[in-house]
């Protein structure tokens, strides 16, 4: 049949993807998804026959003869509407889309994602929109949906570049794409359990089991339930366990080897892969033990992965993927059986199933290729504490690198879904638990319990399970409200007296007292700089910790991370008297940190070439970002762009206009709102109330500055600046504008990402309006509070503006000239991401440890996103995958020579004391290095410091061996 006539209906319905009129507000899809529901046809409006000549007819009047067709439900206009302004593609069928638009890679690929969340959807929810509908005879034909699933992989699986890009996609799709008759029985079995948990919560324990160790032991479990429970059973209950039996016995029986092996002998290509896979289905059976089965899947599958492209016939490729996916089932199956008896098969267990990991596609093959070597089987009769403590290390992250991959992939379609239906927010936990990272994760976490005990690492947090994932990433200690957060954190209005735990840590967050986070983002991102430096204590744990922690979500806990990575948790009312201490007005006495401002040069009233300052005019002229990439530009000319900069003294010169609607100057406005503010406190005003007053104070002070007209004498001198400095009219070049105020990138504070910066501003009346915004930046609330916590003068702050032409790196980031974490201060922790503006927002970024002859990989990027910057101004978003690293040998070689240069020259050519390590912003662009900023690197001393937080760190030595016989 030809493929047109299955698309044929797209091309009617799903016209295009951009947004032609106004979208329908999510209150509007929640309500018509409750009457799809109700309605007996669900989303579709009736059967018809669609002919190849490009009509459509009645159901009993099809196609006349020579004239192919295929007969299934249209859509209702409401589901065409949806779909058109929205781009939500409900209870898709198949044989009505264009494959073209269905592999939707200008829209990272959404399409194909939605049709894997509503199957997901319409398994734990009876249905979901089709609750009714599912019964509407015709509406869809099996037959046609499989000949359509068939035609589009081997259309998709021809093009090598899509497959070893989306390797991970592609494989999960064909478990929910009919294309030969599959099943997804795994799904299916967590999705029976979760309906009857939901139904009878005395199964709840059940589910859990199920869903979180499965084995074929649930078989028995699961009947000796519904024997038990038998008088309290509906009839529709009953029906939802003999289901779930049904279902357990088909995923539990023994996978049929004799038709895997006639699969693998149908393969018309001859890859080295094919004679290995019938050998193993010639020499391996049902009872063949754990430990021989699961490190020979293990290589099959990452040789089919690496072999695929070898195979030439597209259906050759299908049909070698449904064969991966079918040793991977048989992996699942057999790894609850292998139990290690000691520590060497306990390692051996957790190489194999790490493996494994690239073979799915959860991990990228040059990033095992990184990590292979810590994690392979020692050879030895012993292993050193250290030495276990780096493969524990390593292979914790492969598990989050796996979870990491999933909601990479799916994340943003999934929230998409959330805002309408609170179950799609389970479909990322499906897929993970589907999948080699849940046995995987158990054998880590038994790994982990045994290094803890020979480490003396004891995390104590609220004796919830899986406490050896949990790892300390900043040292300090907090007493506070515990607010658990599972869903989106930038709705989340924080308090600084709280401590929250996160799903990924929010890029502006507002302070806080401590936070622990799942996803944590990476160890340079502003988010994390922050907390280092002010001694915020942060830990990193897994999802099954942070669904753990929600039973103690708004009790008063106290919180401490030690500087080697204890975590201890727990209530209030159970503190020592040694942490109880820790509070005490004298103990806990904060010295605040003034910012001197003798020195500041508000009579500069022009604009400054940024070749003519260095770091001496730090808190001066200007603030450190001008002032030391200035000083960059003497260092290393070639690696900085030109700049100018607008000083202290043009900001207050412009704050003292009239403002619009007072009496006063906007600077006058401003001096009154904290005189008052302290008036205020004299008199007993509590602190809340003040802060409100500041806010909105400060709030009424940014809509004028807004509305400020800036003085023709400076405007004139920035069209002139622009000339000078970059040989183009202003509106000519595109620019960054950098907020750089007196109090950030200190000793001691680093304020870092706290005010604004514009990408890529081009057009004139953009970059004036632009100048304003970043003014008004420092009076932003989260600016403010984080100010008003830690200075002790933080009135008198004032922004200058660094002004930078664009560069459109094709990778940026950070590098801290000493190790974090792991390594010494001699070595280099680097992160980058794709595009402009890696890694500060708290990216997902790709980061190393770098030494001088060495470099080890932390983390994959796992940012699905990145933005670049075209010279029409603004950014432009693209997506990207993450088959190939982003930095290259090349790369790493200018970071150390760059940093060597830093730590040489800095010191030399600034006079300055400060003998800590810096923290650079830099990018690359056709391999070239380009340097934006530098900052010193700031700790804070006291969590570095502190007895207590000694006393809870392990006092260990990591040359101690430990015999691999050691019995578990």
């Known amino acids: 049949m030809p493929v047109i006539i299955r698309y044929s209906l797209a091309l009617l319905l799903f016209t295009g993807l951009q947004t032609t009129a106004q979208e329908y507000s999510t209150a509007t899809i929640k309500n018509t998804i409750q009457d799809f529901k109700k309605d007996a046809r669900g989303p579709y409006l009736r059967i018809r026959w669609f002919c190849e000549d490009g009509t459509m007819r009645e159901p009993k009047d099809p196609c006349p003869e020579g004239v192919d067709g295929v007969q299934h439900a249209s859509y209702k206009e409401i589901t065409k509407n949806i779909a058109d302004k929205n781009q939500f593609y409900f209870a898709e069928i198949l044989a009505a889309a264009n494959p073209k638009k269905f592999w939707d890679a200008a829209n990272n690929n959404s399409r194909i994602k939605q049709y894997q969340i509503n199957k997901y959807l319409q398994s734990v929810d009876d249905g979901w929109i089709l609750q009714r509908a599912q ?69 709840m324990d059940a589910r859990v089991k199920i869903h979180g160790q499965p084995d074929v032991s649930d078989i028995a479990l699961v009947q000796q339930f519904q024997q038990k429970y038998q008088d309290q059973l509906s009839p529709k209950l009953n029906t939802e366990f003999d289901n779930l039996l049904v279902t357990l016995n088909e995923y539990y029986a023994p996978i049929n080897l004799q038709g895997l092996k006639n699969k693998v002998a149908s393969l018309k290509s001859d890859a080295a892969v094919k004679d290995q896979l019938l050998k193993f289905t010639t020499t391996i059976n049902n009872d063949t033990p754990a430990s021989v089965v699961i490190p020979a899947i293990s290589d099959l599958l990452c040789n089919i992965r690496t072999q695929i492209t070898q195979l030439q016939k597209p259906t050759d490729r299908l049909a070698i993927l449904d064969i991966s996916l079918k040793l991977e089932e048989m992996l699942l199956k057999k790894a609850a059986s292998w139990e290690p008896k000691d520590l060497r098969e306990l390692l051996d267990k957790v190489y194999h199933l790490s493996y494994a990991t690239a073979g799915t596609g959860l991990t990228e093959v040059w990033e095992w290729e990184q990590i292979a070597a810590t994690l392979a089987p020692i050879k030895y009769t012993n292993v050193s504490l250290d030495e276990l403590n780096s493969m524990l290390t390593t292979s914790r992250n492969v598990v989050q690198w796996s979870a990491a991959m999933v909601k990479a992939t799916y994340d943003a379609d999934v929230e998409k879904y959330t805002e309408f239906e609170a179950l799609s927010a389970g479909f990322i936990d499906d897929r993970v638990r589907s999948s080699v990272a849940l046995p995987l994760g158990k054998a880590v976490s038994e790994l982990g319990d045994l290094v803890s005990e020979k480490l003396n690492l004891e995390n104590k947090v609220m004796r919830i399970s899986n406490q050896s994932a949990i790892h300390g990433l900043n040292p300090g200690y907090a007493m506070g409200e515990l607010v658990v957060v599972p869903g989106n954190p930038d709705a989340v209005e924080v308090s600084s007296n709280k401590i929250y735990v996160f799903k990924r840590p929010p890029s502006d967050l507002k302070p806080v007292a401590g936070i622990a986070t799942v996803d944590e983002g990476n160890l340079v991102s502003h988010v994390q700089l922050l907390a280092r430096n002010l001694g915020i204590p942060n830990a990193a744990l897994i999802d099954s910790n942070l669904e753990a922690l929600q039973e103690f979500n708004g009790k008063e806990v106290f919180y401490a991370v030690s500087n080697k990575g204890t975590v201890i948790l727990k209530l209030a009312e159970d503190m020592s008297k040694e942490e109880k201490q820790l509070f005490s007005q004298e103990e806990r006495k904060q010295t605040k ?14 604009i400054l070439n940024m070749r003519d300052i260095d770091a001496s005019a730090s808190g001066k002229l200007a603030g450190p970002k001008a002032a030391n990439l200035g000083q960059l530009k003497k260092m290393f000319p070639e690696h900085v762009v030109e700049g100018l900069v607008i000083p202290f003294g043009i900001f207050r010169d412009h704050m003292d206009l009239p403002m619009p609607g007072q009496s006063v100057s906007y600077w006058q406005f401003l001096t009154d709102m904290f005189a008052s503010a302290d008036k205020m406190r004299k008199a007993g005003t509590s602190a809340g109330q003040i802060e409100a007053f500041q806010l909105n104070k400060l709030a009424t002070l940014r809509a004028a500055i807004a509305e400020m007209k800036l003085k023709p004498a400076f405007v004139s001198e920035l069209r002139a600046s622009f000339i000078t400095n970059f040989d183009k009219p202003i509106g000519q070049t595109p620019v960054f504008l950098r907020s750089d105020t007196n109090m950030e990138d200190l000793k001691e504070f680093t304020g870092a990402g706290l005010n604004l910066t514009l990408f890529n501003v081009v057009e004139e009346q953009k970059i004036l309006e632009g100048i304003k915004s970043v003014w008004a930046s420092p009076y932003t609330e989260r600016s403010f509070k984080w100010r008003q916590v830690y200075l002790s003068n933080p009135e008198n702050v004032f922004p200058s503006i660094l002004v930078i032409p664009s560069v459109d790196v094709e990778y940026s980031g950070v590098m801290i000239t000493k190790g974090i974490n792991e390594g010494t201060d001699e070595d280099l922790t680097v992160a980058f991401s794709r595009g402009a503006g890696g890694a500060v927002d708290g990216q997902a970024a790709e980061t190393r440890l770098v030494s001088s002859n060495s470099d080890l990989l932390l983390a994959p990027a796992r940012q699905p996103d990145y933005i670049r910057l075209p010279a029409t101004g603004g950014t432009k978003k693209y997506s990207t995958s993450f088959e190939k690293p982003i930095i290259n040998q090349k790369n790493i070689e200018s970071l150390r020579e760059v940093a060597k240069e830093i730590r040489e020259k800095i010191p030399q050519q600034t006079d300055t004391d400060y003998e800590g390590a810096y923290d650079v912003e830099l990018g690359f662009h056709d391999d070239k290095l380009w340097l934006f900023q530098i900052r010193p690197f700031v700790e804070n001393k006291n969590a570095l410091s502190n007895g207590y937080l000694d006393s809870i760190s392990p006092k260990t030595n990591p040359e101690e061996y430990i015999d691999l016989d050691t019995k578990l």
């Open 135 to 203: 019964y509407y005879r015709g509406a869809i034909q099996s037959e046609d949906e499989e000949a359509w699933g068939i035609d589009f992989y081997k259309d998709l699986l021809k093009q090598d570049n899509i497959l070893e890009a989306n390797y991970y996609l592609i494989r999960q799709s064909l478990k929910d794409i009919p294309h030969a008759g599959d099943d997804n029985i795994a799904q299916r079995m967590r999705s029976e359990s979760k309906v009857i948990a939901e139904l009878f919560p005395k199964f």
């Open 593 to 606: 940190i003034a910012v001197p401002i003798e020195k500041i040069r508000l009579d500069l009233k022009n």
